[in-house]
């Protein structure tokens, strides 16, 4: 059974630091992996989508890794911002099945 | 081209009323998938459907929730006889016809149960 652990639960850093938020997961079999990002009371935002065959992607301050025989995968976010302050959802989609698995998330809190 | 559309919101029942949930996939989109997120906990898959086809229904409980995904019109995602325990949000997403690859998520609705 494939299940998703992000750490840490909850992040609080100062304005303008560098960060690794981490995802694992006990199964490689997977089509991919996607870094969501959810605000208060809203919906989702897809971040980052890392195809399986992919290692990593980019996309702003942003850049996400895979190491899928690892079980692996960190969200690099640059230069933190306030506005940065969210959570954010790691899931996995595995073969064979078109649901997502999702992790509990990190907490993130950028303070000015 | 408007994203995923969900109403209501919020949605307050009292014990043993029905509510009933709706999404409205992006243009384009015949995959619709729900998934419900407890508070505090991460979100859970539910169902998947397309047109008038239920396709993976194994995060469904077994009583009280249904779902439908009809010809015309939006997807459906019923509970019956709601309890305190179906507090929680629940979010629709949608895939285009030719790439499940990825998900685009609704603001979701948040159910109250009083």
């Known amino acids: 059974k494939q299940e998703v652990t992000q750490i840490p639960a909850a992040l609080s850093v100062p304005e303008g630091e560098n960060l690794v938020l981490n995802c694992s997961f006990t199964?490689?079999?997977?089509?991919?992996l996607q870094w969501f990002r959810q605000d208060p009371g809203k919906g989702l935002t897809s971040l980052l989508l890392?195809?399986?065959?992919?290692r990593e992607q980019t996309s702003g301050r942003l850049n996400a890794s895979l190491d899928k025989s690892s079980g692996r995968s960190t969200l690099y976010i640059a230069a933190s911002q306030p506005g940065d302050s969210a959570t954010y959802l790691c899931?996995?989609?595995?073969?064979?099945?078109?649901?997502?698995?999702f992790g509990t998330g990190t907490r993130l809190q950028v303070f000015p | 081209n408007a994203g995923v559309m969900q109403n209501p919101r919020h949605l307050v029942r009292r014990r043993g009323q029905e509510a009933r949930l709706r999404c409205s996939p992006m243009?384009?989109?015949?995959?619709v998938y729900w998934y419900r997120q407890l508070p505090e906990e991460g979100l859970k898959f539910m169902v998947y459907?397309?047109?008038?086809?239920?396709?993976?229904e194994s995060g469904m409980p077994k009583e009280r929730f249904s779902a439908e995904f009809p010809k015309e019109g939006p997807s459906i995602l019923r509970i019956q006889q709601v309890v305190r325990g179906d507090s929680a949000a629940y979010f629709c997403?949608?895939?285009?016809?030719?790439?499940?690859?990825?998900?685009?998520f609704g603001a979701g609705t948040r159910l109250s149960v009083l």
């Open positions: 459907l397309q047109k008038e086809n239920i396709i993976d």
């Open positions: 243009k384009g989109h015949s995959h």
């Open positions: 890392i195809q399986s065959s992919q």
């Open positions: 199964d490689s079999a997977i089509y991919n």
């Open positions: 899931a996995v989609r595995p073969i064979n099945t078109d649901k997502l698995i």
């Open positions: 997403a949608s895939s285009p016809r030719d790439n499940k690859n990825i998900q685009y």
